[in-house]
């Protein structure tokens, strides 16, 4: 007897269901991609207990006849692609027609739909018709979606708490709200209005309802093409930062994707400007000629295959890099109405880092003689309020934060030192003592791993032997006491194991204050330690480092 058995139209409904409409946000997904395709101009989605409950959303656009609304239920029946060549060159968002049967077979869906002033109703649960019949509706089509997997046991209990899967449909939400500016989307939890956008087009405005008035202030426009492709987009500048890449929102020929090695690009341009564990809020939309793209790769539609990728990685990573370029060069500091922008031609020649020699162990303690600027170009004049470095140099006067300048000298070198590895250390003549010092496990050992080595005198006193040649700069005290801050936050810390967030807390800690009066010499070498570094134009966290007065609008302002 034979063992092989066809499965019914039910059995493979509900096999394509797993991956299709894995969650209430792939089902979210679906319907509205159907919405946006049925040339929609107003969406709404709202769903009750995180889409476990319910899902209706309702769209303005072309709707179904008689016919076509039942045959969208039934396997693989697309109004988007007739012929092989179709699958070469897809326009649509959905295409495999199986979106709606897939849903249909796992809950109970109700689906209205108007088309040439005649609508239907058709009742379908978990793939059996319950009622087709004629109903007086207004224009479009409305899909409810309830009793999501009652069927699929296993299923249910995959999924998270109704927050969790509301969040998702939320982000989902955000993300068509980017792409799409020019629909007017509404979103709501029960009641409760999550998302309204007005579909007038304004990215800027979107941006604004979902970070606020700060972030939408701070948004610049980029655009670029190369041979194949057309990118453009926006972003908010690096001093806003996310905590995760989930910010990062990617379209191409206005299909929201996934994109890997994108976020990649984005990150290597965005990182010189804000930590590395930290990320930008950015929309790109990418245009190519649809028969570059193949978006058959997964019934879900996140990921796409696009030919000539490397032009496209780079086309993206250049515009980024130059808009950043201008957006974040110091600004020449002028009442002209239009500022310009420095091109950075004051970094000088890094000298070289002395390797074995031990250096004084403080800055501030440092004989005068035995210091001399390098950086003949860049003097040190004065220092104004206890905040700024004074400096100037043929092109002009400079203004210099100094606690930002010095924040990213320490957070350069101590990058550094990490991927080193290893540090030298140096004995102290004369031991330091520290006072009440916080209860940590293992301190002496802890501290061993930054470089720093200790004696205890008891449970609050501790005294120092030697500490790591890179603290030359550093007031061993402060540094000491920043070290305790990371070791009370994370026990677990180490030197190397630090993240980018910490190291810049630490170079932050490590750094003179902001009033804080210091020697013409100490604050020169903060200057020009400063000018050597890769990106001396801002401070881990992104703020300017300083700003420059150019001698031509001095002259101005005194009328010469
Ligand atoms: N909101 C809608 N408005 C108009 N037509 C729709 C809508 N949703 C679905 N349809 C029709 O139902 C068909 C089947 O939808 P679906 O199962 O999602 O497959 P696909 O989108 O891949 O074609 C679509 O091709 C379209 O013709
Ligand atoms: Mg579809």
Known sequence: MSKIKQLSEQMTNRIAAGEVVERPAGIVKELV?????????????????????????????????????????????????????????????????????SIASVSNVVAKSSYNQKSFELHINNGNELSFEPISFGKGTTLEVSQLFYRLPARLKYLK?????????????NSFALGYPEIAFSVKNENRTILETKGNGKLDEIIFELYGAQAASMTKEFSGESSNFKISGVYVLPHIQRANKYHEYFYLNS?????????????????????????????????????????????????????????LLELV??????????????????????QQIIQPTIKPTPTPQPTT??????????????????????????????????????????????????????YEMFIKKMSEKKFDQQQLLTPLVLKKVPYVENLQDKLLDFGIEVDLLSESELIVRSLPTYLDKVDPYNFINSIFDVLKEDSKASFVSLNDHKIATMACKASIRFNERHTILSLQRIVDDLLVCENPYHCPHGRPTFVRLDPKSLLKEFSR
């Open 161 to 173: 708490t109704p927050q969790y899967e509301a969040s998702r449909i939320n982000s989902l939400m």
């Open 255 to 311: 299909r929201m994707i996934n994109y890997f090695s994108m976020n990649q690009v984005v990150h290597d341009v965005f990182h010189r400007y804000m930590p590395r564990d930290r990320f930008p809020i950015l929309v790109l939309n990418i245009n190519s000629d649809v028969q570059l793209v193949d978006v058959n790769v997964h019934p879900s539609k996140w990921q796409v295959k696009i030919s000539f990728e490397k032009e």
């Open 33 to 101: 991609e159907n919405a946006i395709d049925a040339k929609s101009s107003t969406i709404s989605v709202e769903y009750i207990l995180g889409g476990l409950e319910k899902i209706i959303v309702s769209d303005n656009g072309q709707g179904m006849d008689e016919t076509d609304l039942r045959k969208a239920f039934l396997r693989h029946s697309t109004s988007k692609i007739e012929k092989e060549a179709d699958l070469h060159a897809i326009n649509s968002l959905g295409f495999r027609g199986e979106a709606l049967p």
């Open 317 to 338: 990573s250049k515009t980024l890099n130059n808009s950043l370029m201008s957006e974040m060069a110091p600004k020449v500091m002028s009442h002209q109405p239009t």
């Open 357 to 410: 020699k031990i250096e004084p162990l403080n800055l501030f303690e440092q004989p005068e003689s035995e210091y001399e600027s390098s950086q003949d170009k860049m003097k040190v004049i004065a220092q104004h309020h206890g905040k700024y470095i004074l400096a100037e140099n043929e092109e002009g006067l400079f203004l210099f934060d100094q606690h930002a300048s010095m924040e990213r000298v320490m």
